[in-house]
């Protein structure tokens, strides 16, 4: 889904139309969270996606 950004008045309203300026396509990326995991005695800050995480505790 596009997001369309436009400006101007509606013609409808008085106005000469309404103009398309701008568009960008959405963008999902994953939900990452921090997380601790340790391993042999050694520590180790880990940023994973929340699916991932669950299924780790």
Known sequence: MNSVIR???A???GGVGRK???VSK???KPN???LTVTRA???LRLRVCSKCRKSLT
């Open 20 to 22: 398309v300026t701008g």
């Open 11 to 13: 013609r409808a309203a």
């Open 32 to 34: 990452l969270q921090p």
């Open 7 to 9: 400006r101007g008045k």
């Open 26 to 28: 959405r963008v999902q």
């Open 41 to 43: 005695g050694i520590s």
